[in-house]
């Protein structure tokens, strides 16, 4: 009943930028799905496998991290021994600046746990998946890291990392962004590894002055170890630009693909809020709309993400767009391809226009 | 035990048996309401925005889904170190067993777990009404006037005190006359079945009712009439806002059609006075690109495909492509297949209404589901778990419930799980 | 409802009468054990740290102690969002009320709550008997085997074969008889009321006991005979380790007395199998400038000033300068007054024992208090919340309860609560 | 039943120096009484006092604070809407150093609760009190702050605060550490403060460049704001040294002061641990002895706190001192006037002698 692995989720990727919607949170605290964070995938998939005790590696931007997640009551997590451990990084008391030891709180977090492996994965990564086979397949195979992969079309420029595998999916070689050569294999940042193996790496890489822990560091680790590919078949999202964020939330209108990334069976958890039912008034139309509690739906609305406490007011018209929580559209306004930041405020009449790939974005809390 | 000054007592024990099939596995507290919220969430979330933080739950009839529901309290904020919520249930002791009786008596039979806060005050609530009401203001209004017992009393329409317990007071409010249902009432203030005691004066009148074998052990019946004869003060708390008993189906239907017609009135949006309920952990509700939806309250995990219209779809209910749903409560987990159309109908959780079904006031070939005792305003209800097959023509004021399954088989079947938890 | 592969329920409704008056106002698994934890805490840890997700704790006679001091479940990490601790009562259905008749009547009446988990395995556990025990390892074993039940066993001696239900094996330890106390056994392996069925088969078995009119509804009697005549494999789990249970006055004293004599055996120590409890909020415990402490347990809140010899301490209690206390078990909060000179004696919670009491097996004039039907080898027994007045001098072997305070006020008296929570 | 406050802990306080005892810990992160640390007086006072939001400021070596308060539920303060907030300082994500805007985080600690007052305390204090007559006698007044204080005689040289009160306890100037100057008003560092003040107070002190909030800081608005005193009656220990450190714990074998500090009507709250009940062994002696659960005491012990796990092998003798947890004294060891911190060894003979005003300090994990 118990699975023998403590997770440990890098909470942020300083490369993938989202624009102003990165500016107040870490990437995993990116809001997605009407009432998700990107952290709520990755510590449900966790959660779900059985995983009852998770770090979360947060070393910058990690207020809304820290209020999202809570006790982690959420995701059950507030347990007595195990549970969720938030890892600031070490502040020194005199320089009053970052000990540039963010290794040794890692290395802290993993040396109490009682697991004999360790689950890391990437902040970005949008999925509904159990990683009991990942673990399984790892321990039979004996190699010393298993990643998962899949064979998803990576684009070019964009913070992603192909591998070279062998026949025996055994790792040859990483590419980081890769601008000219494609492979087949394109890296799902999740891992296993063996609890004592990944200290021994931190350690090593700890006096040999690095301060940082990422996960193509860890892959980089091809050449001193056996690292494995292991295929995953289910949907997965990278979030690693703001058109990838865009299409990730306009597929969520395909019946299948959102039942299959919000499955009854393995529930995706996030924070609770208590807002009363979403109430659609007469004269709206509401068609390919995914809305949360709290919205109260007054307009013209399709092709939309509405979040908890969004208000669209009489006479506005939303098309292909993503609306933050608790932001409000007031009457008459006209939007077409456009993201907006929580605590947002449309004016009446007032019209943006994006386009898929480029959409219009507005940053939290502003008025519009 | 921490002490406590208020400690407030649930009753959720009755049957509810006017809701019919509704509350045949289910105790009339857990009963849906309003698209995400249970009856119990209004005067748990009172105690908890009210601070009360030792709560009893007094649990008799059916209550495996109400404990489950409540579980440890911490969907209210009511999981606390030396409080929280407590589910009382009848137990043995060395003198005997005994099952409540009366409300008063299953206060009588918790008397040591009151103590066991040494609280100044006792709440005595209802599990059964839709209401926004801070406790505390009524605790420090009767700590002021030095009563002995207060009871929260609204105005009613005059035409309507014949269905209340009046009260009749003086020019002070004090109480001075207790008229249950009165043909001919004096007053318009109807109790709310809202009651604060000092405990003390509760505990010896609880013993005393105890010991009188004429007496039904009844709060309204005995207790106050008791009080009242004794010459104590007991105290008619005004309160002003809104107040439903959901104990009929026509008025279970009407305070959840409140919600859409007048929502400003119990105001569910208000951020000082947030009514908690236990959270689904379900995606956002979706409206697919058919969905027709007019003047309706949507959940967590609720689908629409077809049209809904003056409805309460609640979490998890899925309304299919080409489905007419109007003037009708889903409650959770419920599917209406294609082309089925419901009119004033209330589908219990996790019933499949099938293809075309059609269930409607104006079917007017009466059928063997006619229930006019408990369905009235051509409302239909339909237990939870059940199957009505495609087809199927229903007319209004039906009830159907499990035991339909086993008469009208062609029409009805359960479902195999009766428990939703 | 969440799926759970396993739930596990504890039965903790027996009154536990050879305890006497210790459970007089008190359910049998809440009785205080080893200084800091209650009876119930060894199956509640042993399920956290197996794993076990879903706990129901079957609970009738006297529960309001043991709901109370279980609470969420939060001290035993068991305070889970789908699943950790439920208390289950009696409860009342349309089909009517009943109390628990039997250990397997009282299952039979949760089928819907086991249900509502679809769980392939179910623990049937009993809430006073104090070890050790990986569940998870042997529903492992259960599976492996392919069993339909399993049923833990411990080899005891040969000469107390007769007060244990006995297993008789064949040699891949399937259970192909079962003697309850046999005069004449077969074999030493004695079951330890530790069940893990197949739920499927189990929730059948119950329902064809429960139709049989001559059944007791007991799992001994007639769950575990019924499934070896219908030639279902039931396999004897092969338990080594500390075992006790705990349901009589000799066997309760000296379970405690293993703790001080043989700490190594129980390792309450053990990091890797915590036994959890419900920690009260005491200050660490004190050594007074005179006192004397020799092999002895004692916890937080504790006071010692005067001697105490091969005794344990529990939480909150106090022994005064010269007093002294031998081969004793002082229950939470329980006070020891100067002078008093106590013996092979369990005092209970909260109860004063005045200046210069003397309670010792060697006091030869036996007083009225003494009761050899439950306590044997010198020990005495003195009820939760009394005060035993100054000077009083009680032989071995008595037993004395709030029923003494009427016909003895001068040498007992009854505290004004009776209910420490 | 509501009380309207929220609380603030300053959780640490660089200028007071305990040795090798405040390297791996904050200030109110010191243990104390045998299985308190300080940080546990200063929330049970709140949470008796029925504040139910409390604000804790840890500006760095706040991990052992963290692993102390975990989800707060020890002191009934894993709450959905209020609760325990730990507010670390923000991190720059581009230079990974602290952007000195420690106030930033209190303020928006500060805007978010709904309470018309603030009660803030220092983080040294060790005391069992309610603030209700404070709140009262704050709102009465019609003060702009007030503080506690009493009239214990401070030591010259040692961070401590004294007021200068006229006869209407106002304030009219402060005198911090004071080396010449004595006052008969000694400051216990608590206070209450309307939050709108205190907002732009604090406000007002990030316009002007100010990064850190210190109790210090707050009474010298005397000259701007009205602030009163409030005379507290009962027994305060002031953490500023190790003599006093070490003094306040050997003052707890008086059973009044013991009986006063760790009340059963107001109880300190502390984390829970799960040790089994302290074994007394034949041959052993304590007298005067404050010992913990998980304690095996096989030695002559008399006048000592031994916190959760110490154990005394056999001919050990300990007068006088202070053992923290887990930490074993070996067979025939021989300590008078010692603190040996958490995880440490004292070898089998070893001799360890100190005096009443300078004890011998043992750090964390050490093998003596």
């Keep these: 009943m118990f699975v023998n692995a403590m997770g440990l989720i890098l909470a942020d990727n300083q490369r993938v930028k989202l624009g102003p919607l990165s500016e107040p949170r870490a990437l995993s605290a990116m809001p997605f799905g009407g009432r998700y964070r990107i952290i709520d995938f990755l510590l449900s998939n966790m959660?779900?496998?059985?995983?009852?005790?998770?770090?979360?590696?947060?070393l910058t931007r990690y207020k809304s991290l820290m209020d999202h997640l809570g006790t982690g009551a959420s995701w059950d997590l507030d347990r007595m021994n195990q549970g969720l451990f938030l890892l600031p990084p070490y502040i020194n008391p005199m320089t009053r600046s970052s000990e540039r030891s963010d290794l040794s709180s890692i290395i802290d977090y993993i040396e109490t746990g009682s697991q004999d492996y360790v689950v890391i994965t990437d902040c970005n990564l949008i999925m509904n998946t159990l990683y009991n086979d990942l673990l399984d397949r790892h321990i039979e195979s004996g190699a010393d890291i298993t990643v998962m992969y899949n064979r998803d079309a990576l684009e070019y420029g964009l913070p992603n990392i192909s591998l070279m595998l062998d026949e025996e999916e055994r790792l040859y070689d990483v590419l980081a962004d890769s601008h000219t050569v494609s492979t087949e294999f394109s890296s799902i940042n999740v891992a296993v590894v063996r609890k004592d193996l990944l200290l021994s790496v931190l350690e090593e890489s700890r006096s040999r002055g690095v301060t940082d822990f990422t996960f193509l560091r860890l892959l980089e680790f091809y050449k001193q170890l056996e690292i494995k590919g292991c295929e995953h078949k289910g949907k997965v999202f990278r979030i690693n630009s703001m058109a990838n964020y865009f299409k990730a939330s306009m597929s969520l209108f395909d019946d299948d693909l959102r039942h299959q990334l919000f499955s009854e069976v393995t529930p995706i958890y996030t924070k609770v809020k208590n807002q009363p039912p979403c109430l659609v008034e007469p004269g709206s139309r509401v068609n390919n709309v995914l809305a949360s509690d709290g919205c109260i739906i007054q307009g013209d609305v399709e092709n939309c993400v509405l979040f908890r406490g969004v208000t669209v007011g009489k006479g506005a018209k939303l098309r292909n767009s993503v609306i933050f929580q608790n932001t409000q559209i007031s009457n008459d306004a006209d939007l077409n391809h456009v993201i907006i930041d929580k605590d947002s405020v449309v004016k009446m009449g007032v019209r943006l226009l994006g386009h898929p790939g480029f959409p219009v974005v507005i940053g939290k809390g502003s008025i519009v | 035990?921490?002490?406590?000054?208020?400690?407030?007592?649930?009753?959720a024990g009755g049957q509810g048996s006017r809701l019919g099939v509704l509350t045949e596995f289910l105790a009339k507290p857990a009963v849906p309401f309003g698209s995400r919220y249970r009856i119990i969430d209004f005067p748990l979330s009172n105690c908890s925005n009210s601070g009360i933080e030792a709560v009893g739950v007094l649990t008799q009839y059916q209550p495996l889904e109400l404990n489950s529901y409540i579980g440890n309290g911490h969907s209210w904020d009511l999981d606390r170190n030396d409080g929280g919520t407590y589910i009382l249930p009848p137990y043995v002791s060395q003198e005997g067993s005994d099952w409540y009786l009366g409300t008063a008596n299953a206060i009588y039979q918790n008397i040591p777990f009151i103590d066991s806060f040494s609280p100044k005050h006792v709440l005595i609530l209802s599990g059964d009404h839709v209401y926004k009401m801070d406790y505390s203001q009524m605790v420090r209004t009767h700590t002021e006037v030095g009563a002995d017992a207060s009871i929260a009393v609204i105005e009613v329409p005059w035409e309507e005190t014949d269905r209340f317990g009046i009260m009749n007071t003086d020019e002070n409010k004090r109480?001075?006359?207790?008229?249950?249902?009165?043909?001919?009432?004096k007053s318009n203030l109807a109790s709310m079945g809202v009651y604060c005691f000092n405990w003390s004066s509760l505990r010896r009148c609880l013993i005393e009712d105890e010991a009188d074998p004429d007496s039904k052990n009844d709060f309204g019946h005995n207790i106050i009439p008791r009080m009242l004869d004794e010459g104590l003060f007991l105290y008619a708390y005004t309160f002003e806002g809104y107040w439903k008993d959901v104990g009929t189906v026509k008025s279970l239907w009407d305070t959840n059609m409140d919600v859409l017609d007048t929502p400003e009135v119990l105001d569910l949006h208000d951020q000082s006075?947030?009514?908690?309920?236990?959270?689904?952990?379900?995606?956002?509700h979706y409206f697919g690109p058919k969905a027709v939806a007019e003047r309706i309250a949507i959940s967590?995990?609720?689908?629409?495909?077809?049209?809904?219209?003056?409805?309460?779809?609640?979490?998890?209910?899925?309304?299919?492509?080409?489905?007419?749903?109007?003037?009708?409560?889903?409650?959770?987990?419920?599917?209406?297949?294609?082309?089925?159309?419901?009119?004033?109908?209330?589908?219990?959780?996790?019933?499949?209404?099938?293809?075309?079904?059609?269930?409607?006031?104006?079917?007017?070939?009466?059928?063997?589901?006619?229930?006019?005792?408990?369905?009235?305003?051509?409302?239909?209800?339909?237990?939870?778990?059940?199957?009505?097959?495609?087809?199927?023509?229903?007319?209004?004021?039906?009830?159907?419930?499990?035991?339909?399954?086993?008469?009208?088989?062609?029409?009805?079947?359960?479902?195999?799980?009766?428990?939703?938890?």
């Design chain 2, 175 to 185: 109480i001075n006359e207790f008229d249950e249902k009165p043909a001919h009432a």
């Design chain 1, 47 to 58: 959660v779900n496998s059985g995983i009852k005790r998770v770090g979360v590696i947060a």
């Design chain 2, 300 to 421: 967590d995990g609720a689908e629409v495909h077809g049209e809904v219209r003056h409805s309460v779809i609640s979490v998890g209910a899925k309304v299919e492509v080409d489905a007419v749903v109007e003037d009708s409560i889903i409650m959770p987990g419920a599917i209406v297949k294609s082309g089925a159309v419901l009119r004033k109908c209330i589908v219990g959780m996790n019933t499949v209404i099938g293809s075309d079904v059609l269930i409607a006031p104006e079917i007017s070939d009466e059928n063997d589901f006619v229930n006019n005792r408990l369905c009235e305003a051509g409302i239909s209800v339909i237990a939870q778990d059940l199957v009505i097959h495609d087809g199927a023509q229903i007319s209004g004021n039906s009830m159907i419930g499990p035991g339909d399954a086993v008469t009208h088989p062609h029409i009805v079947s359960e479902m195999p799980t009766r428990y939703s938890y």
């Design chain 2, 273 to 284: 006075w947030i009514i908690y309920s236990k959270n689904p952990q379900r995606p956002s």
């Design chain 2, 1 to 11: 035990m921490a002490h406590q000054d208020v400690v407030a007592l649930i009753l």
